[in-house]
């Protein structure tokens, strides 16, 4: 089980960090990673990782502002977001497979088969 939490209304050029509490897997050999879709979109990949920490991936609209970390402790994956632009307002997805995915792999929403509900990120002055 996916649980996603920490988005809300910013203003352009402010921060904010999702977080995605997984439940009830073992993550020590999957992969994880967040998507978005605004509204009357398709859902697009933002950025992904291996539990392992050995590859991450960042689409090219969030490299050098988003980065995404997890914290093995706590079975949880962050979305630290900085630099947000207006485009970014979207609802923001978790998901998880039990597998490494390689590189090329990591952006593809049909390699992830457990998801997390959105949490809703509003970017606006």
């Known amino acids: 089980q996916l649980q996603a939490s920490g988005g809300g209304l910013v203003q352009p050029g402010g921060s904010l960090r999702l977080s995605c509490a997984i439940s009830?897997?073992?993550?020590?050999?999957?992969?994880v990673g967040w998507f978005r879709q605004a509204q009357g979109e398709e859902r697009e990949f933002v950025a992904a990782?291996?539990?392992?920490?050995?590859?991450?991936k960042y689409s090219d609209s969030v490299r050098g502002r988003f980065s995404i970390t997890r914290d093995k402790a706590k079975n949880t994956v962050y979305l630290q977001m900085n630099s947000l632009k207006p485009e970014d307002t979207a609802a923001y997805y978790c998901?998880?497979?039990?597998?490494?995915?390689?590189?090329?792999?990591?952006?593809?929403?049909?390699?992830?088969?457990?998801w997390g509900q959105g949490t809703l990120v509003t970017v606006s002055s």
């Open positions: 998901a998880a497979v039990q597998r490494n995915l390689i590189h090329s792999s990591l952006g593809n929403s049909m390699e992830y088969d457990n």
């Open positions: 009830g897997r073992t993550l020590s050999s999957s992969t």
């Open positions: 990782m291996r539990w392992s920490g050995s590859t991450t």
